[in-house]
């Protein structure tokens, strides 16, 4: 055991009597002296001590005389420490992952024209099902009265159509024949016009005027006549009985004709300045109404033959679809009654990347008068064997699985149950944003027959084991500032100091990190880095 040096400051003096502490009284150290044994122990704890100070301190060469003047102070603590020893290494990932079957049919409506499925009867979900059992009853009565309606108007729109087939087939016969009578009409009414113009007018006002004038003549043969009768009966002093008569005759006559010629005026007046006129004017509007037919005539009925072929052909295509409709709503009537397309068993819903996250919804919709949607997946037949698991890998755990990788599927309802499982595929495009998914082969005996697709497990794979490899923990390791991808440590010496030393790394994990090259077994690393002062805490009181 080494001694103290005699001069050699210590925290317990040496001065020539027994190393006693200083706090000890005078009559206690004088009992110390008496008694051996407490002189033995504080030897012991003075030499402990020295040599504690020794270990930790840097190794120096001092003479005594500079020991005796200068005291030995420890160096300063470097902090944590850890030394580098071959340990097994071990990366592994474990995935949550959900069975899905390998075979799943899944059934839905596809109606050719009717849409208003309205449930009679439905399977319970988890029912076992074989191929032809019927799984959904839909009620069928407003179909069977849509389809008793389509029939009865078959008649009609037939009757239809040929009466729209017989008017366009008469128009387009007697199109010409009615624009040549229109234009006929036209010609006449123009010629009657002209005929009145030049001719008839002319003579009807001539003879009006002949008439006034030739009645004038008469009235005055009249007027003449008596004078001459009443001049030759006045000469006879007598007048006979007979010359009375024909005296009264005459005077009736001229009255007669007298009138004659008023009526003859009036007759002449109207005809000129009324009944002329507007017999003109009513030939006029007669011609360019003829006119106006003929060409209404000639420009309307072609397109009214026209439109009266889109009729028909409209009627056509009406009765096409009534007829397509109603085989399409015969067809929907025949296929109301939904089966089973496979033995298996019954799951609401679609099945999504092995989840059934519809089955609440479609429940609603599957009970007796819910409504199914066209086309829409309401349940899927699963058969329950072969299995396999579905996961969703992490981005940032990609690099560490490959096809092929082997590992062991944990149940969440059996634990004790380790399956064998084994990386099938897995996809070259996330399924959304930084997860990709992993279809997982499972290797089932007897004892996974409890399994049913739409549990759920835990899959841990090993993508790397290393039984002997030198491990640092992650905060012994410190990048390079200008080059990221260089490493260091801070390799702690025997004499309180360090040294900086570059490292190959490998494969890691959050907390470890694999040492490649740069690093032996044994060597002690610093796990702060030294180089970085740390920052010194504000006094108290200061701003």
């Not at 004038?213 to 006979?240: C, F, G, P, V």
């Amino acid at each position: 055991m080494p001694s103290l040096p005699p001069n050699n400051a210590h925290p317990l003096e040496s001065s020539g009597e027994p190393l006693l502490p200083r706090s000890l009284p005078p009559s206690r150290r004088q009992d110390g002296i008496r008694h051996p044994t407490f002189l033995i122990l504080a030897l012991t704890a003075s030499l402990a001590c020295s040599v504690s100070f020794s270990e930790v301190a840097a190794p120096v060469t001092a003479s005594p005389h500079d020991a005796a003047q200068t005291p030995l102070k420890p160096p300063a603590t470097p902090g944590p420490i850890y030394e580098v020893r071959k340990n097994p290494f071990r990366i592994e990932v474990s995935l949550e992952a959900v069975l899905e079957a390998e075979k799943m049919t899944p059934v839905s409506f596809w109606p050719e024209a009717w849409e208003d499925l309205v449930v009679l009867k439905a399977v319970e979900q988890g029912e076992e099902v074989q191929k032809g059992d019927v799984l959904v009853q839909i009620d069928a009565r407003k179909l069977d009265e849509v389809i008793d309606d389509l029939e009865s108007q078959r008649a009609l729109g037939e009757a239809t159509q040929r009466l729209g087939l017989a008017e366009l087939a008469a128009m387009e016969k007697s199109a010409p024949v009615e624009v040549e009578v229109a234009g006929r009409a036209r010609k006449i009414a123009e010629e009657d016009l002209k005929t009145f113009q030049d001719v008839d007018r002319p003579w009807e006002e001539k003879w009006a005027d002949q008439r006034v004038k030739w009645t004038s003549q008469w009235l005055e043969y009249d007027l003449e006549e008596l004078r001459q009768l009443e001049k030759m009966y006045r000469a006879d002093e007598l007048t006979e009985e007979t010359e009375e008569i024909i005296l009264k005759r005459q005077r009736n006559e001229v009255e007669r004709t007298r009138f004659y010629l008023e009526s003859a005026k009036v007759a002449r007046d109207q005809a000129i300045h009324l009944y002329l006129p507007r017999e003109d004017e009513s030939r006029k509007l007669d011609s360019c109404q003829q006119s106006l037919a003929w060409e209404k005539t000639q420009n309307l009925l072609p397109i009214q033959i026209e439109r009266k072929r889109a009729e028909v052909a409209k009627l056509q295509r009406d009765r096409k679809k009534a007829e397509e409709r109603l085989k399409k709503l015969r067809k929907d009537r025949e296929a109301l009654r939904i089966t089973a397309p496979a033995s298996g068993i019954v799951f609401y819903g679609p099945c999504l990347r092995g989840r059934w996250p519809h089955v609440q919804a479609m429940t609603v919709k599957l009970i007796p008068g819910g409504r199914i949607v066209p086309r829409e997946i309401f349940i899927t037949v699963v058969e329950a064997r072969p299995l396999f698991a579905r996961a969703e890998i992490g981005e940032a755990d990609l690099h560490h699985l490959r096809t092929g990788l082997e590992g062991k599927a944990i149940p969440t309802g059996f634990p004790d149950l380790k399956v064998p499982a084994e990386i099938d595929a897995i996809s070259s495009v996330p399924e959304e944003q930084g997860k990709f998914d992993a279809r997982i082969f499972l290797r089932l005996d007897s004892n996974g027959q409890k399994l049913m697709p739409g549990m759920t497990c835990r899959i841990r794979f090993a993508p790397y084991v290393k039984k002997e490899a030198l491990t640092v923990p992650a905060a012994a390791l410190f990048p390079d500032e200008i080059d990221p991808e260089t490493h260091y440590v801070f390799r702690a010496r025997e004499d309180g100091g360090h040294e900086k030393l570059k490292v190959e790394v490998g494969k890691r994990t959050p907390e470890k990190v694999e040492v490649l090259r740069g690093l032996s077994e044994g060597d002690r690393l610093l796990l702060q880095n030294p180089e970085q002062q740390p920052e010194t805490p504000p006094k108290p009181g200061s701003k």
